[in-house]
């Protein structure tokens, strides 16, 4: 059982709206990511965290917003998006000193934006 | 050159079949490796690690290739549960990328009857 969870599952939202998205891992780890992944498409990393600071922005748009509280917790916002934002949103968590530990995913948010 | 890089597929076998992926990497200071599966409209897991003196698991095989920077995975006696995505993970090292991992474009394989 993964000790990565995320909410909501799903989420249609229409192109005005503003939503959130919530990850939070159990494992005690100290780096956290978010990736997009869209259809026939490979995972795109879109934010780093390493122990609650940001450390990579791969070239998002704007209208994707992160925040990390805390080592456990990390929300993505979302406001004024695409319809081709549409995808599966991927957080995954990982204790990053170790080389060969494992990156765990959280069973993803499927997002349709109208 | 793309950092990660995966043989395209689709592949589709029969049952019983011995299928084999290779995935280059482009940081020769890449420091480990790993193999994830995806199933349709699930998250990755891990399948593999991969190590230097490559590694075996039940029918899965896999071997890393240093020189020539390139992971590689075998399965053996192919089963209808084996149909996923396939992706290949690399650590990168050194400065804000290290402990990050990038991930190839995957490779689907689909076992058939």
């Known amino acids: 059982e993964t000790g990565v969870t995320q909410t909501p599952r799903h989420l249609v939202m229409g192109m005005t709206n503003k939503k959130s998205l919530k990850c939070e891992q159990h494992?005690?780890?100290?780096?956290m990511y978010w990736y997009k992944q869209s259809a026939k498409k490979p995972l795109e990393l879109m934010f780093v965290y390493n122990f609650k600071e940001q450390t990579e922005n791969n070239s998002v748009p704007s209208r994707f917003s992160p925040e990390c509280p805390n080592s456990s917790h990390l929300f993505l916002h979302l406001h004024t998006l695409q319809p081709e934002d549409s995808a599966l949103y991927l957080c995954?968590?990982?204790?990053?000193?170790?080389?060969?530990?494992?990156?765990?995913f959280g069973p993803g948010t499927r997002l349709t934006v109208l | 050159r793309k950092e990660v890089e995966q043989d395209p597929g689709p592949f589709n076998v029969p049952e019983g079949a011995t299928v084999a992926f290779n995935c280059t990497y482009s940081?020769?200071?890449?420091?480990?490796f790993f193999w994830y599966r995806q199933d349709c409209r699930k998250e990755p897991k891990l399948l593999m690690s991969?190590?230097?003196s490559g590694n075996e698991d039940g029918r899965f095989t896999a071997q890393l290739n240093r020189a020539s920077q390139y992971i590689s995975l075998l399965i053996r006696d192919s089963k209808l549960s084996d149909s996923a995505t396939y992706l290949c993970?690399?650590?990168?090292?050194?400065?804000?990328?290290?402990?990050?991992?990038?991930f190839g474009q995957g490779t689907i394989l689909t076992v058939h009857p």
């Open positions: 993970a690399v650590n990168d090292a050194g400065g804000t990328s290290y402990g990050k991992l990038t």
């Open positions: 940081n020769s200071a890449s420091q480990s």
């Open positions: 494992l005690g780890h100290n780096a």
């Open positions: 995954a968590s990982r204790q990053r000193e170790i080389s060969y530990n494992e990156q765990f």
């Open positions: 991969v190590y230097s």
